[in-house]
């Protein structure tokens, strides 16, 4: 592996790290900051989310567009000295107002996905893609095994310490990325810049256009409104089920983020070759609704514990989705097909965060009918399920 593909792949790493990182203390963090209940909070948690998703929405085609214009190094280095800031920012807030905003600008910079997984396409002929596509998924996990466990263990000392943790994260992959990141948007395959691709809407209907790709979108959309689940309620979920503390949270995220990158990183290449693509695609779906409702029903923290690794097997299916849709997309159009599927990422985590957290505060309230923590696991089942037939529905001559 040469510097700039380690560049890439700590890039993803350290911005899950970043956000992991914060994961453990925002239930304390919210209550401190309002003074309100566990639930409450959790629909606070919600509306931060959702802040950084319209701006991934936003912000994912322009990125992307920039950098099929002017290049991945200046657009990925930039958003780096910015989320820098930006948790300096969330560090110091004492506000709601002030934490929004920097939510806002952290979601302005982790629009940048799109530009890394850009960048890993250009780096990538057709029969890699999918395999690197893996790396980054198992890049995200590592970071997300490393972020939400040293996350639990230094919001032992206050709240902020995590966000000065991830700044200084942001800051040594910003120096990493000065000395070893070469540029790979050449005159060949440059683009110029037009803004009516570069806004979500326009980025989606021009990629629509391509063969398969918007059926292949319609599934991605999908599986990430049901994955999201996890950072939307798993620390809520698991503080009002098995009355977890803020390291016990990070752990537990910890053994999802060690599978997952086992997953994504060592076993989505031997099963296209077991399974070919279409084969992962469909045991990934199943086994996310299997595992979905496995977690929506188990009430003891062991048994919880030792059935959340296991739930990863069905992150096969995300790298080899956008592998597919990769090869689909012309040379030119890489960071606007990446900036699509951010877009895409972004719609579902406007939509997932407050429905999961609304769902989540329903069936926890005071007044419940039926105290059922897991209900939010049983809508991610059953949209998951779509998924699923969707992709069943469209055959073996779909992109998917």
């Known amino acids: 592996m040469n510097l700039p593909f380690l560049f890439i792949i700590a890039t993803v790493a350290i911005d899950a790290m970043g956000i992991g990182l914060i994961f453990p203390v925002m239930p304390d963090l919210i209550q401190e900051v309002t003074g309100d209940t566990i639930g409450n909070a959790a629909v606070w948690g919600g509306i931060l989310t959702t802040a950084f998703a319209v701006m991934q929405f936003l912000f994912g085609p322009f990125l992307g567009a920039l950098s099929d214009r002017y290049g991945r190094r200046p657009v990925l280095l930039v958003a780096l000295a910015v989320m820098a800031a930006d948790y300096l920012v969330m560090a110091v807030a004492h506000t709601m107002t002030l934490l929004i905003l920097g939510r806002i600008v952290a979601g302005i910079t982790a629009a940048t996905h799109s530009t890394a997984f850009a960048y890993m396409a250009d780096i990538s002929d057709a029969k890699q893609k999918g395999r690197n596509f893996g790396y980054l998924g198992a890049a995200f996990g590592l970071g997300f095994v490393l972020g939400p466990i040293i996350g639990g263990l230094i919001g032992q000392f206050g709240t902020r310490a995590p966000f000065y943790a991830a700044m200084a994260l ?50 991605f959309f ?31 995220l910890g053994l999802y983020g060690v599978a997952m990158a086992a997953v994504q990183g060592g076993l989505v290449a031997p099963m296209h070759r077991l399974l070919g693509e279409r084969g992962t695609m469909i045991f990934g779906l199943t086994f996310s609704i299997a595992a979905f409702a496995a977690i929506s029903v188990v009430t003891s923290g062991f048994w919880i514990l030792i059935l959340t690794p ?16 990769s090869r689909n997309a012309p040379d ?26 609304s769902v989540f505060a329903v069936f926890t309230a005071p007044d419940a009918a039926v105290f059922f923590p897991g209900a939010p696991f049983v809508l991610a089942m059953g949209l998951m399920a779509v998924a699923l037939g969707l992709y069943l529905s469209f055959g073996r001559r779909s992109v998917a």
């Not at 996890?230 to 009355?243: D, I, L, M, Q, T």
């Not at 960071?335 to 877009?343: A, I």
Request: net charge positive; proline share 5%; aromatic share 8%.
């Open 310 to 325: 296991l739930t990863a097997l069905g992150d096969v299916a995300p790298p080899t989705l956008q592998g597919l849709l």
């Open 332 to 357: 030119n159009q890489q960071g606007e097909l990446q900036g699509g599927l951010t877009s895409l990422r972004a719609v579902a985590t406007i939509i997932a965060p407050l429905v999961m957290t």
């Open 222 to 252: 999908l599986m990430e409104l049901s994955f999201f689940v996890y950072p939307a309620v798993w620390a809520y979920f698991g503080h009002a089920r098995f009355g977890w503390d803020a390291g016990m949270i990070g752990l537990s």
């Open 170 to 219: 942001a800051l040594l992959n910003l120096g990493l990325g000065t000395f070893v990141l070469r540029e790979t948007v050449t005159d060949k395959i440059r683009r110029s810049f037009e803004w009516k691709r570069a806004n979500p809407l326009g980025a989606l209907l021009a990629l629509n256009k391509l063969p398969g790709v918007g059926r292949g979108m319609a599934i």
